[in-house]
């Protein structure tokens, strides 16, 4: 599971989004969902009934209810192999994305036949604030808060990204993020 060292979150927050990194995903170690319904019933899911898709699964498709825990089926490895892999991710976030800002992970979902950070940066994006809202100088697929971004900010600027992306390359690029509550 060392592809999840350093993405930001939860476990239930990494099932509902298949968070992955590194060419690992969470549908690749993850045995069983249980989760509380609606009407306060415990179920459980096993990962084939999980629906897992690209940053997608049961929970972000359906409204199912709230994961409360997870069965994980991993493998055991060499203790120096997995640290070198951890250090060697952590390296790669530090030099090429923005954790020294606040920020939700990587904001926008890569394409089909695209990179969507490279669209963002290739229309003079990186830099480009809105209140406190910033796209990244390091990673353009990032929104950081640079101290007072409200989620407003955050909206307006995945928006106006958004719209700027698909005027200049027609094509539409989605967030990864999740925007809950009223938009």
Do not use: W
């Not at 459980?44 to 929970?59: A, G, M, T, V």
């Not at 940066?121 to 809202?133: P, R, S, T, V, W």
């Amino acid at each position: 599971m060392e592809f999840a060292y350093g993405i930001p979150g939860s476990i239930g927050g990494a099932i509902r989004m298949n968070a992955g990194a590194h060419g690992g995903q969470m549908q690749d170690v993850i045995k069983l969902a249980r989760y509380i319904d609606f009407d306060g019933c415990v179920k459980n899911l096993p990962n084939k009934e999980l629906q897992f898709d690209y940053r997608q699964s049961i929970f972000s498709k359906n409204r199912l209810g709230m994961i409360i825990q997870a069965t994980l089926e991993l493998e055991k490895g060499n203790l120096k192999e997995i640290e070198d892999k951890m250090k060697q991710y952590a390296t790669y976030r530090k030099e090429k994305q923005p954790i020294s800002y606040p920020n939700a992970g990587s904001t926008f979902k890569r394409g089909d036949d695209y990179i969507t950070a490279k669209l963002i940066d290739e229309c003079g994006l990186k830099g480009y604030q809105i209140g406190g809202a910033k796209i990244s100088d390091l990673h353009a697929g990032f929104v950081i808060n640079t101290g007072n971004a409200t989620a407003k900010d955050v909206i307006d600027l995945t928006k106006y990204t958004k719209q700027k992306v698909y005027e200049k390359f027609k094509k539409e690029i989605n967030l990864e993020i999740e925007i809950l509550g009223e938009k």
